[in-house]
């Protein structure tokens, strides 16, 4: 029997499914250990993360957080960098390491039968590194050269720049590689002093997510980091999330890039902390504006348009208070148009195009029918659930946000897009040709552009 | 580490089970189950690229693969609200050999995603209007400028593509196509593309997660069963031999800080005798700190920033790619004679034993991390498609598998000799605009667009 075309078939409920459940232990020396037996693969996938990320920088020593992490796998004991990333690659093993504005994170993923191995050196290169000067020096020449690369690179030099407009000198205003000047003052010194300071058991939560029972994995963390001692005594002074950020202007800020083929924009304001128990209704909120393919942003820029190849708004989420962005790349000539269709969708949300019941369904469906997808790989599960440490959010969490976000209704997303998503507020930043561009944005009433050189 | 590191007691083998039938009209269906998680991976390859286009009509196949997102006669209002509105995440691509389409969604969704695959093989034309073709074509050009013209190095490949084939042959161009020809498509020509390439004789469908084979392949006929079979395209066009007989220099001048230097040499086509072993090599050579030249480059002499190298596999014939950009000041001459002088060594020596043991350890654990999720890019439903459309065999998992496992110092060393040859390359030295002086001597500039 052919298929009845004459409408779309109905979509059934989603079956039950058990989310992880989390143990909970923690070691004599103080590291929090979080395990859950995922039983898919052979593969065990952990997460070591420390309290402390590019927010922790000391002001003038931006990069410092960064380059440290980046120094860990230089070497251990006899071991050379080149040693250290053998051993991995001997055991099939894959490292990486994230800096975010208020966390490290150190993860591993490793054949379950080879884990003990790969636990035993990530312990030894994270515990006592060697960081050596030699090392040191070449380490942080291939970061300045970077840095360099960079200003060449948009999306980057946009980062940078909007982090920057959005809160000056705050701790959350620059990117995890730092600046340049900060970047040739550091030392070696510096790097060993952050991480006796930083890198302490006290400070850190480790995940183990695979195919093994909650004691099994505990004994792994426990015979990797048992011997991980507190260095000197936490000192790191307020952490950024509670330093209260700048109260700077909405403003139009240009980085000239001559002849660029396209703007690439950002445009927004500080909104909102990750623990605001708005958090639900803001999900839907973005969702409904611009988090994803279907929401209006893109589909006014893209689907309608055809200004951009895709256009997004989110929440860059951290401890302390976030910003709330719209993130494209526009052709040159669509740069103005962009930017006002941008600003009048942020006002609509609340104003004059409150979300529709169809919108209100579709959003809240999409952020919560297929959640189960989330948790197929060991590594999805490592990282969700360091989020939960790093949120302080209960182990619960994953059991409730369906629910929680099914109950957000729509006066509650007008609300919250009335209180934290003005277009009045939000600052315009173009990475993009000047000269081409000036014109277009002089109706858009910011007056006069702020010019930022590429490493603003 | 010891030599016992890497050969400790192997647990299961990877394995990619799965079952296939071929409908009535020729569409092949693959299932594998796996009900760890209740979802389902829906994914479609097409057995058409950018290798199906001609000259000044090319970006045709990726503009194509644009407008299956746009709706289709029996729901016109676009392909991406129903899905996200059932909690499914979706996208497609396309390469010179392939196009892909995939969903995840739940497993209640799973009638919903078969009925809109299945209406946009069968019955896309009605939805395509000129208004969404002129759209969609703005928004390639669009991605074109954001992902080629506006990106540092972004136009290197294109210079290298078109160096390494002659003009007639489909893989002198990039999949994303020339600005022109994308400028130039007229609604007419998708009509024609349809016919000939979007029908279920050339198509592959798999479906993989939580559900019931036999359940999985009544639905499979049900919603694709009534499309019309089509003729399977005929073979492509002729087109000239692809070889480069000499090493080949080039120069391109680009907004970027620091030099950087591409090496290019045609290599065997994906799953031919040589390709996996040079896959292998590209790893030994330049991939990550435990190659010998991020070791002789960026640790010891620091003369490099980054270095890397792939075996880009693909139907016609592969290209294997070595890029290194310099650290500031440092020439690329100076740079080009340690990797010269590197592949000389390896070519001649072959791969010591502790490179090898290091190469099995990868491999065994790089197809275990394969098969850790049904969906999307480089999960089991794509890669189950991606056996079956370039081998004609779903279960060719554990013969690729076999492949790495059999490589033998001798073998890389041998398929380096054979296609790595310095005096048969195209080198492209990428500096700063204004500075043709620092690519290598004797470099021919080329404007590419």
């Given at each position: 029997m052919p298929a009845d075309r004459s409408h779309l078939p109905e979509v059934a409920p989603d079956p039950p499914f058990r989310f992880p459940v989390v143990g909970r232990h923690r070691l004599a020396n103080g590291l929090l250990v979080r395990t859950i037996e995922h039983h898919t693969m052979p593969v065990v996938s952990c997460v070591l993360q420390i309290r402390g990320g590019a927010g922790a920088d000391p002001p003038g020593e931006e990069g410092l957080a960064?380059?440290?992490?980046?120094?860990?796998?230089?070497?251990?004991?006899?071991?050379?960098?080149?040693?250290?990333?053998?051993?991995?690659a001997r055991l099939?093993?894959?490292y990486d390491v994230e800096v975010g504005p208020d966390a490290t994170s150190f993860s591993l993923t490793a054949l379950s039968h080879f884990v003990d191995r790969g636990l035993s050196l990530l312990a030894d290169i994270l515990i006592r590194p060697s960081l050596r000067e030699h090392d040191f020096d070449r380490v942080r020449t291939l970061r300045l050269d970077r840095l360099r690369q960079l200003k060449d690179v948009p999306p980057a030099v946009a980062e940078r720049a909007f982090l920057f407009l959005m809160y000056g000198d705050h701790p959350y205003g620059h990117l995890p590689i730092g600046t340049e000047p900060a970047l040739r003052a550091c030392r070696a010194e510096r790097v060993a002093e952050f991480h006796s300071r930083v890198f302490s058991p006290a400070r850190a939560t480790f995940v183990l997510a695979g195919p093994l029972s909650h004691e099994r994995l505990l004994d792994l963390a426990a015979g990797a980091f048992s011997r991980w001692t507190s260095g000197s005594p936490d000192s790191t002074g307020t952490e950024a999330a509670n330093v209260e950020p700048p109260d700077l202007p909405r403003r139009l800020a240009i980085v000239p890039r001559a002849g660029a083929a396209q703007s690439e924009l950002r445009i927004g304001h500080l909104s909102a902390r990750r623990d605001t128990p708005d958090y639900p209704a803001l999900l839907v909120m973005n969702a409904v504006l611009g988090g994803q393919f279907v929401s209006r942003i893109n589909l006014r820029l893209r689907e309608e348009k055809g200004y951009t190849y895709g256009a997004r708004t989110g929440f860059d989420w951290r401890r302390g208070v976030a910003p709330f962005a719209l993130q494209a790349s526009v052709h040159t000539a669509a740069t103005a148009d962009a930017i006002r269709d941008t600003l009048t969708e942020f006002d609509a949300i609340h104003l004059a195009r409150p979300p529709s019941d169809e919108e209100m369904a579709l959003a809240r469906a999409s952020l919560t029918r297929g959640y189960a997808r989330n948790f197929e790989t060991a590594q999805q599960v490592a990282r969700s659930v360091a989020q939960l440490a790093l949120y302080d959010l209960p182990d619960t969490y994953f059991e409730e946000f369906v629910p929680l976000i099914d109950a957000v209704e729509q006066g509650e997303v007008v609300r919250a897009a009335e209180r934290y998503v003005d277009g009045a507020r939000a600052t315009t930043l173009v990475v993009g040709d000047d000269q081409a561009i000036a014109a277009s944005l002089a109706p858009l009433g910011y007056g006069e552009p702020q010019i930022l050189p590429p490493d603003a | 580490m010891t030599q016992a590191a890497a050969q400790g007691g192997r647990e299961a083998d990877?394995?990619?089970?799965?079952?296939?039938?071929?409908?009535a009209n020729g569409l092949d269906v693959i299932v594998h189950e796996d009900h760890h998680v209740p979802i389902v991976a829906l994914n479609v390859w097409y057995h058409v690229g950018s290798r199906n286009e001609r000259p000044g009509r090319t970006g045709f196949a990726h503009l194509f693969e644009h407008l299956m997102f746009e709706g289709s006669a029996h729901h016109d209002t676009g392909y991406f609200p129903p899905l996200q509105r059932a909690g499914a995440v979706l996208n497609g691509s396309t390469n010179t050999d392939r196009t892909n389409y995939w969903e995840v969604v739940p497993t209640g969704a799973l009638d919903l995603a078969l009925w809109l695959e299945s209406d946009r093989m069968g019955y896309l034309l009605p939805a395509v209007t000129e208004q969404r073709f002129q759209t969609q074509r703005d928004v390639v050009l669009n991605e074109r400028r954001q992902n080629y013209e506006n990106r540092p190095y972004g136009l290197a490949l294109m210079a290298i593509a078109a160096a390494l084939y002659p003009e007639d042959h489909p893989y002198h161009w990039l999949t994303i196509g020339g600005a022109d020809d994308l400028r130039a498509m007229r609604l007419e020509d998708v009509r024609e593309f349809f016919r000939t390439y979007y029908h279920p004789a050339n198509a592959s469908l798999t479906l993989a997660g939580d559900l019931d084979a036999g359940r999985a392949?009544?639905?499979?006929?049900?919603?694709f069963g009534e499309l019309p079979a089509g003729a399977r395209p005929g073979p492509a066009?002729?087109?000239?031999?692809?070889a480069v007989g000499r090493e080949v220099r080039l120069l391109l001048e680009d907004r970027v800080e620091l030099p950087r230097i591409y090496m290019a040499w045609h290599s065997p086509a994906i799953f031919e005798d040589g390709d996996a072993d040079l896959d292998l090599s590209a790893d030994l050579l330049a991939n990550g700190k435990t190659s010998r030249l991020y070791r002789t480059l960026v640790y010891e002499r620091r003369v490099a920033l980054d270095v890397s190298a792939h075996q880009?596999?693909?139907?016609?014939?592969?290209?294997?790619?070595?890029?290194?950009?310099?650290?500031?000041?440092?020439?690329?001459?100076?740079?080009?004679?340690?990797?010269?002088?590197?592949l000389r060594r390896t070519t001649d020596e072959g791969p010591?034993?502790?490179?090898?043991?290091?190469?099995?350890?990868?491999?065994?654990?790089?197809?275990?991390?394969?098969?850790q999720t049904v969906g999307g890019f480089g999960g089991k439903s794509d890669q189950l498609n991606a056996y079956n459309v370039y081998r004609g065999d779903p279960g060719y998992f554990s013969t690729d598998l076999a492949r790495y496992r059999s490589a033998t110092s001798e073998s890389v060393r041998g398929a380096m000799q054979r296609h790595l040859r310095l005096d048969r390359r195209v080198v492209l030295s990428v500096v700063p605009r204004g500075q043709p002086s620092l690519a290598l001597a004797g470099s021919e500039p080329v404007s590419v667009c």
């Open positions: 960064a380059i440290t992490a980046d120094m860990v796998d230089e070497g251990t004991g006899p071991l050379s960098a080149i040693d250290v990333s053998e051993g991995f099939g093993a894959e | 990877a394995s990619l089970p799965f079952v296939k039938h071929t409908l392949f009544e639905l499979a006929n049900h919603y066009p002729p087109s000239s031999a692809a880009n596999s693909r139907e016609l014939s592969s290209f294997f790619l070595l890029v290194a950009t310099a650290a500031p000041g440092q020439p690329l001459t100076d740079i080009t004679t340690l990797i010269d002088l590197e010591s034993g502790a490179e090898m043991d290091r190469a099995r350890a990868q491999t065994e654990a790089h197809f275990m991390y394969r098969l």
